[in-house]
């Protein structure tokens, strides 16, 4: 089996006690719907539309002859594919005989890709003939001098059918019998980390950790067999994967509707055409959304619910949703390494405007402290740190990473920097690595961030540190504007707002557009490298 850094055995017992670990594989819920509701639509991508029955059907042929290839337990796989069916059908044929993969994001490229491949040492390789690497074999070449275990590799629209992932998926082998899921407290795939600087680190993620955050995100978040989701964020992410997303619409009998990406007018056809009503966001997403939407609310009628996360979603904009695209907000504040806050569908607008809410489990244990590993009081910003029945206990073969994440009691610092209320709801107000000291004065950098995007001539804002002689870091503001704006106006709405001298940004540029990471996240390194001073 693959080697992992384990829970103390008194948390797995507890764990399976309360039962939140119900040692049955990851596709217990879609097994289930395909026992009780075959002929119901699971997947709608393009013009294809699939039953249970189907997406069980080409899983067990793909399988099946990944099986007969000498394929199982213990052994991973590295899988990029696009926004397409073929993403699920891949997932749970490999979840079917017990091989863990790595799902890469469409818009990895060759470090990312090398790197999972030395971690990871995959036997099998599944990727598309549309990616730039694969559109010939020499990445692939690249690909089996790093990992000498590399046996096979499957490409979606390849031509030639030993090779070909269509082929394989749509050609049966006989019933599935060699091929078993790997044992529930084992390995069942890996997560990428969410983090915007490197390449991400590799999160082993159980089939009864990640079973349990799906069924309590799907509980929370009010699924069921009418539900239509669209997934419109990289499927391999773990917000459109498990938050409840498209695990958790498959174990509740919806329907998942794929779209290529967040772009707001592909994305309002398909919402009409479907009647979606759930759809989860990234906050960048949202502000284009809100400003596509005017004038084309018919197309929104049906969707009930927007989700937003991978980033805290600023006030001004968490109070347009209502009005502007016709639906309840929920925030979701969570992370690949385990830990999910909701704010819930019954909370009032206050919790939900301005929080990221509160966790998903009574034995989700959350500490708030300061630089000394003291807890702090509840209103006051500190470090979030954690553990749970589906929080990980380390990074995969990352012993000194681990060493600086974990304490002596297991619990995860997450970099994050929150408030936490007397009720347990959580207040993101930055990332450590986003604290900007100024002459010992500390600015959480999201703070000025969402006071920025109270200004209504301000659509997007981050703020990042740059480097000075004197103060050791000063503020700078990247503003998307509406309108032609002053540094000096945007300085008066942040003393109007109360916020004190030292926090006002420094310097001010003015861009088209932030860059963002992979995952949608604003990517705050490219951001650095253009905010040097001798660029002003």
């Known amino acids: 089996m693959i080697d992992y850094v384990r829970w103390p055995e008194e948390f797995s017992r507890y764990y399976r006690q309360r039962g939140y670990w119900l040692d049955q594989p990851l596709t217990r819920g879609f097994d289930e719907q395909v026992r009780t509701r075959p002929e119901a639509i699971a997947l709608i991508c393009g013009e294809r539309q699939y039953s249970y029955a189907d997406l069980e059907r080409l899983a067990n042929n793909l399988a099946a002859r990944l099986s007969a290839q000498g394929l199982g337990q213990g052994d991973t796989a590295l899988v990029q594919l696009p926004n397409v069916a073929e993403f699920y059908l891949v997932f749970f044929a490999l979840l ?123 509980e929370i978040c009010g699924l069921t067999p009418r539900t239509r989701f669209l997934c419109a964020l990289p499927a391999a992410h773990n917000f459109p994967l498990s938050s409840p997303g498209a695990l958790g619409v498959f174990h509740a009998g919806g329907c998942v509707v794929m779209a290529p990406n967040p772009e707001p007018l592909t994305c309002f056809l398909l919402i009409e055409r479907h009647a979606v009503d759930m759809v989860a966001l990234v906050p960048p997403a949202v502000a284009l959304w809100l400003r596509a939407a005017p004038g084309r609310q018919q197309a929104l009628r049906s969707l009930r619910l927007l989700q937003v996360g991978g980033a805290s979603f600023s006030e001004a904009h968490a109070r347009q949703v209502p009005a502007v695209l016709g639906c309840a907000v929920q ?152 309108q032609a704006l002053r540094p000096s106006a945007l300085r008066q709405h942040l003393l109007t707002l109360g916020v004190a001298e030292f926090k006002l940004p420094d310097r001010f540029r003015f861009v088209d557009a932030l860059p963002l990471t992979p995952v949608g996240k604003i990517d705050k390194c490219r951001l650095r490298d253009r905010a040097e001073p001798t660029s002003f």
């Not at 830990?339 to 919790?351: C, G, K």
């Not at 966790?359 to 509840?378: A, S």
Request: net charge negative.
């Open 96 to 218: 079917k005989i017990g091989v863990a993969p790595v799902n890469a994001l469409f818009s990895h490229r060759r470090l990312e890709l090398s790197s999972y491949a030395q971690q990871i040492q995959p036997r099998l390789v599944i990727a598309s003939r549309r990616h730039e690497l694969f559109e010939d074999d020499v990445f692939l070449a690249e690909l089996a001098k790093l990992s000498p275990n590399l046996s096979l590799a499957l490409l979606l629209g390849e031509p030639e059918a030993d090779r070909s992932l269509d082929h394989w998926l749509a050609s049966p082998l006989g019933r599935l019998s060699r091929g078993r899921p790997s044992p529930p407290d084992e390995v069942a795939f890996f997560q990428l980390s969410g983090g915007s600087t490197g390449t991400p680190k590799l999160i082993p993620r159980t089939h009864n950790d990640y079973d349990y955050s799906i069924r309590a995100s799907a």
């Open 331 to 482: 925030q979701v504040f969570g992370m690949a390494e385990g830990l999910v806050n909701y704010t819930r569908l019954d909370d009032d607008d206050e919790r939900i405007f301005t929080t990221q809410g509160r966790p998903i489990c009574p034995d989700d244990e959350i500490r708030v402290v300061d630089d000394q590993g003291r807890e702090v009081p509840d209103g006051t910003a500190g470090l979030l740190a954690t553990r749970g029945p589906y929080t990980f206990r380390g990074y995969y073969r990352s012993p000194d990473h681990n060493a600086r994440v974990f304490d002596a009691d297991g619990f995860y610092y997450t970099g994050d920097l929150v408030q936490r209320s007397a009720d347990g709801y959580l207040r993101v107000v930055g990332r450590v690595k986003d604290q900007i000291n100024r002459g010992g004065e500390k600015i959480a950098a999201e703070e000025i961030e969402n006071l920025l995007l109270l200004h209504p001539d301000v659509s997007h804002a981050a703020l990042v540190a740059i480097n000075d002689p004197l103060m050791g870091e000063k503020s700078c503001a990247f503003i998307v504007a509406k």
